[in-house]
């Protein structure tokens, strides 16, 4: 089928970003597992897992970049999909507890025990099975988009007031999760992982595993997304972006084309949260909190929004230079550097880094054909 | 389903909007027919863009009539979308074209096929929207800025894409909001045959400030004031009408 040539789908840089990320994922687990501590070259497991977060949080970017870049949906609550996603998973993994929990209830979770619940609820049927979580992974975030995306779109909310109640959003769901009656563990949330699928969360090859995994989910979702962007679709949510009367007028139905590609980001931030929840090991509704969801945009800008590979690397730069200012006696000062790093990259970079590159090289190309182009008209006369 | 017996390609009637309380359109009435090019003039917030914001579907009337292609549709009761698709192209007063777009995409988009998510998705290019496309960039001369971003363009050539873009959607009735603005004469008048051109198998509403520009297009003209129809039918005549002469020409 001729339907998404390789051509189409690779275009310089996303080729350049996968051989980085391939590269990578065989790079790190090799350091780790097969190099002795002695060495100098060898990367910790603390270090495995602290890539397989970013990794994760480069996900969500790019779902991010999907809708904010291209379709020009400013998504200030993306963190609940990335959390409703990891709750999805954190639900399969307290079913795997089994009787190693504190109180050995074979059914319940500990929290349960601990209120008194003798029943499971309802809701966490079948989360003991990993093909159900699985499906709930991309179901469950996928779902409320839709819910909130359908009345969003087809009321035209649009710009700052979108924005404001994808915050509202996310600050309810917040609220909600930190109840111990909505059964998810209350502001504890839930942790205490032992199992996936057979395998021991805490184990070294598990972190590796999960880092490999990570990638390789970080790589369909990028497919996916140069698919969609690449396509028909995709030069219709840019046309959405910047004039949407006009793209009315021609006759699409925009409030079609914004669901379907909200909802297909939220799937993809819910396979993130569902990613990260294992590496960190616990998930619990501070995920939910809006300034998670805000400084995920912020990696975007940093990156370069409409790029995706600058979304990568924007989650990528701004998360190291997080690790690093909170750690040791610059901790105090990270909101200031963050806050910092929006304010510089707004004023000095508001293309963010790749989008900065892309423009400086298509300049430079244009630079070199203008001789070219004068020739033209004397040519055709 | 026949709503309304009436042989107009459009037919308003009695057509009423008001904002808090400010009569845009008030008892507006006049019909267009198949093949006619009609312009229509009139001083600010006579109600020109609010007239084609009710045709197009953007605003809804809150009293009157509208119906399209003899009576078969009711225009007052379909959303932008819908009425683009029945094929109603309009053409904003300020160019509107996809500036990050080349000049090719933005036709690309405009064509009349498919527009649900799923046909764009799949989509894949043709031979055939390719000839659609370079007969287009013939007519409205772009077609050495094919591989161009619009942004880059002039503003005259904005106009013209813009134009073109409606070509492209191949609608039945085209509603052109001022498209000489802006323009130096030579352009103005290249726009007037290019309009005339269009006009030969469409039927063309145009709204223009520029009575040179409709004296060049020739065509019945009908003058608005405060909401409704002040005065029809030739550029003589109506240029001549004392009332119209009063609130708009200027004595």
Redesign the interface.
Known sequence: MGAFPLTRLLDRSSAVFLILLAAFAMVIPTLNLLVPASSDLHVSTYLVALFGKYICYAMLALSIDLIWGYAGILSLGHGAFFAIGGYAMGMYLMRQIGTRGVYANPILPDFMVFLNWHELPVYWYGFNYFAYAALMIFLAPGLLAFVFGWFAFRSRVTGVYLSIITQAMTFALMLGFFRNNFGFGGNNGLTDFKDILGLNVQAEKTRNVLLVASCLALTICFLICRAVVTSKFGKVLVAIRDAEARTRFLGYRVEAYKLFVFTLSACMAGVAGALYVPQVGIINPSEFAPGNSIEAVIWVAVGGRGTLTGAVLGAFVVNYAKTFFTTGWLAPYWLFVLGGLFIAVTLLLPRGIIGTYEWWRARRVEKQSIPIAAEAPHAAE | MQLKTTSAMLYLDGVSVSFDGFKALNQLSFVIEPGEMRAIIGPNGAGKTTMMDVI?G?TRPDDGDVYFEQGAYDLSKLD??EI??LGI??K?QKP??????TVE?NL???L?ND???RA?????DSSAQQDRINQILDIIQLG?ARARVAGSLSHGQKQWLEIG?LLA?EPKLLLVDEPAAGMTDAETMQTAELLKEINRDKTVIVVEHDMAFVRELGVKVTCLHEGSVLAEGSIDQVSTDERVVEVYLGR
Do not use: N, P
């Not at chain 2, 509107?96 to 777009?101: A, C, G, L």
């Open positions: 197009t953007k932008e979308t683009a698709e192209g309009r904003f509107t074209v996809f500036d990050m777009h995409d690309l988009l405009a009349k527009h649900s998510v764009t998705l799949f989509w894949e050495s873009m959607q």
